[in-house]
């Protein structure tokens, strides 16, 4: 769907992306990554023609990107604001003609939309005696209402209740079963977790992970075990650092350090009952601050 | 174009709908005759209410008689100057004027003392009638009999004529041309104020609430820009037509209840020029009107839109640029610098070279410099422009604007998605020479 290939960009004074590849495969929730600063925006910026890159290429279905790809992209920036004085309407027409829409097209679609979300009966009020969710609702309507093919979400979760919020959410999914391609730039790793389908991060300028959520998980895999034993046969090694709980449980975790799993717990038998025995897996959270820490100090 | 055309439909519905537009342009022409008739209502009742005031005259040469008017009135009852100033100190006196012995081919060392400043039209009053009596005084000299001066002396007034290209006389009357020339002039300048910072604004809202980075990603800066710029001029227009409309009915019906009050003659001069040229001791209204009559207003109408478009385009690109640099409003203050100066230049320059006079060098320039010219041209083209001179002025006027908008282009596309910098000229400048 989305193919980048060594874009750069630099300001005056940093560099904003350096050499970044990303391909963005149809139809799948692409989370974008990074700490504050790292280049997302300006990633975006780019795939939205805001701003020009100074090298590489952005291709959208095969081809080089292109005035016309406006109407394929839908973008919900992070700092985000609708004009107060005019009625959800007038505002929402705005909009979707601006993507190209015809008169009669954009007002169907609105309907539709006002429906959907249930603020029809709101449409002739302005945006500033709408309340906050009321005027998000508004403002993901016009990101969505042109029926893009891309989909560009700029930390579409903050400012919602979490009822507003799981509507949202459910709004999204629905338009990736229709086969939208999404691409998230959040710092909620929980809904990273959830929505995403791949992820990649960006940080200082350069992309430092790529890949699905999966992958990069076992990339990530620290080759740790936890344990729980009980009934002990024997004392454990006082470097194990072993927690005790009150059901009796000898809680403790233990690196591979080349043995096999098998192996380990074949080890870890003698020891006393083995309740539990489960890989350590990372969050999407541990591996983002792990790699924010790690790549801080090069 | 046709995002274009959406932004501009949006800018002009946006401010044409407000309740604040349509009071304004239905007040502002019944506000500014009342101002008027109010200052003129003033002055007249200060006048009535005027107590009349008394001057002492001492005149040593005896040759001197002031004659009385409506506000002042000059009494000899003593001979010595100090005491005089004294009755002037005491307030039994307005002023005290002093004429020494002197030299009647040579008149020196009048003297008027008050304790107040006294005022322009007194001064130019006493040194007006002075200045007769001395000439009559040394016509009498040289043999000329009062009598005979008085059947000599008589009231002249000159009624300018200008030919145009066929033969066809227009009668002019330079206070009319004055008055018309100052009203376009300022009515441009505010114009100009108004609707640019207009522009600012709206930009500043853009940015500020951030509707901005949506716009953006749907059509170009530079598209957003002048779709901004067009939609608010294009309410500016809408508001002057709508004046130009209410002004003339009400004219016309001002003229219309005038002459039918005036007496035949009259009207009847109004109705056939040829015949009031005959009679050149028509009454002064008649005239004015005439003259009203003879001024091609289509001609002024046209130029002043002409100028009011090209003005506001120049400045509208600036106004909008520094909107973009800015945060807040109140960020906006030092960038404003440049944008008034040059319109306050024009401002003076109508009064001071342009109205005074319409066709010396200086006036030239400042109709011709693209920053200065929209005001200055409004002055001197009542007084009748050649054509050369208004085709390059308009013409300099067009890439004026052209070369604004591209500037100011620039600065805008990078401008609205700068956030919480202060920019400096040296960072704008920046902008401007960065190809992104």
């Known amino acids: 769907m989305l193919k980048i290939t060594r874009l750069n960009k630099a300001y005056s004074n940093h560099r904003a992306l350096t050499d970044v590849d990303l391909v963005v495969p149809q139809g799948m929730i692409f989370g974008l990554l990074g700490p504050n600063g790292a280049g997302k925006t300006t990633l975006i910026r780019i795939i939205n023609q805001i701003i020009e890159q100074d090298s590489g290429t952005v291709e959208i279905d095969g081809k080089s990107l292109s005035p016309d790809d406006i109407r394929k992209i839908g973008y919900l920036p992070e700092e985000r604001g609708l004009y107060k004085k005019m009625t959800v309407w007038d505002q929402l027409i705005y909009f979707s003609r601006l993507k190209g829409l015809d008169q009669s097209e954009a007002k169907g679609k609105v309907k539709i939309w006002l429906e959907k979300l249930e603020i029809g009966g709101w449409k002739e009020k302005k945006i500033e005696d709408l309340s906050k969710g009321m005027a998000q609702k508004v403002q993901f309507i016009s990101t969505v209402i042109h029926e893009p093919k891309l989909l560009i979400l700029d930390e579409p979760f903050s400012g919602f209740d979490p009822v507003n919020a799981e509507i949202i959410k459910n709004e999204i999914l629905e338009l990736k079963a229709k086969g939208t391609t999404v691409i998230l730039s959040t710092h909620r790793m929980e809904s990273v977790e959830l929505l995403c389908d791949h992820v990649a991060m960006i940080h200082k300028s350069r992309k430092i992970l790529d890949g699905t959520i999966r992958e990069v998980k076992n990339s990530f895999r620290p080759q740790e075990f936890s344990i729980s034993l009980i009934n002990l046969l024997q004392d454990l090694p006082q470097d194990w650092k072993v927690r005790h709980d009150e059901d009796r449980a000898f809680n403790f975790s233990l690196p591979l350090n080349g043995r096999s799993p098998n192996q380990l717990l074949k080890e870890l038998m003698e020891y006393g009952e083995v309740m539990e025995f489960k890989e350590k897996v990372p969050s999407m959270e541990e591996i983002f601050i792990h790699q924010v820490k790690a790549t801080q100090y090069e | ?436």
Do not use: C
């Open chain 2, 1 to 436: 174009m046709n995002k274009i055309f959406l932004v501009i439909q949006r800018e002009y519905l946006a401010r044409v709908k407000k309740k604040s537009f349509l009071i304004a342009t239905l007040l502002t022409p019944l506000i500014f005759p009342a101002i008027m008739g109010i200052f003129v209502w003033i002055a007249v009742s200060e006048r009535e209410n005027q107590s009349l005031r008394i001057i002492e005259v001492i005149d040593e040469t005896g040759l001197f008689f002031m004659e009385s008017s409506e506000q002042y009135a000059f009494t000899s009852s003593i001979n010595d100057p100090e005491e005089a100033k004294k009755m002037v100190q005491e307030g039994e006196r307005y002023g005290f004027l002093y004429i020494p012995k002197m030299e009647i081919s040579n008149p020196k060392g009048i003297q008027f003392f008050g304790i107040e400043n006294p005022s322009m039209s007194l001064m130019s009053y006493l040194e007006s009638a002075l200045k007769r009596k001395i000439e009559d005084q040394r016509l009498y000299d040289k043999g000329i009999d009062p009598t005979v001066l008085k059947e000599i002396r008589t009231q002249v007034s000159i009624q300018s004529v200008t030919l145009g290209e066929s033969g066809e006389e227009k009668i002019n009357d330079a206070t009319v041309n004055y008055a018309i020339g100052f009203l376009a002039g300022i009515l441009i300048y505010i114009f100009i104020f108004v609707y640019g910072n207009q522009i600012m604004q709206g930009v500043i809202e853009e940015k500020s609430s951030r509707i901005v980075e949506i716009l953006v990603s749907s059509l170009k800066p530079f598209q957003l820009m002048l779709g901004k710029i067009v939609g608010i001029g294009a309410v500016g227009l809408t508001q002057f037509l709508i004046w130009v409309v209410l002004i003339g009915t009400l004219t016309t019906l001002v003229t219309g209840v005038l002459g039918m009050q005036m007496p035949q003659q009259q009207a009847m001069e109004l109705a056939n020029p040829e015949m009031a040229q005959a009679t050149p001791d028509s009454s002064e209204l008649a005239d004015i009107l005439m003259v009203i009559q003879g001024i091609d207003f289509v001609a002024i109408v046209v130029n002043f839109i002409i100028y009011f478009l090209g003005g506001y385009l120049l400045y509208g690109a600036l106004f909008a640029a520094v909107g973009s640099a800015v945060d807040a409003p109140s960020d906006a203050q030092q960038f404003m610098f440049p944008i008034t100066i040059p319109l306050i230049v024009a401002y003076m320059g109508l009064f001071v070279f342009v109205l005074q006079e319409p066709n010396s060098t200086t006036s030239f320039w400042l109709s011709m410099v693209p920053l200065t010219s929209p005001i200055a041209m409004m002055g001197r083209i009542s007084y009748g422009v050649p054509f050369w001179e208004l085709a390059l002025s308009i013409g300099l006027l067009v890439l004026g604007f052209l070369f604004t908008t591209w500037l100011a282009g620039k600065i805008y596309r990078i401008g609205i998605l700068m956030h919480g910098t202060k920019p400096t000229y040296k960072i704008l400048w920046k902008w401007i020479r960065s190809s992104q």
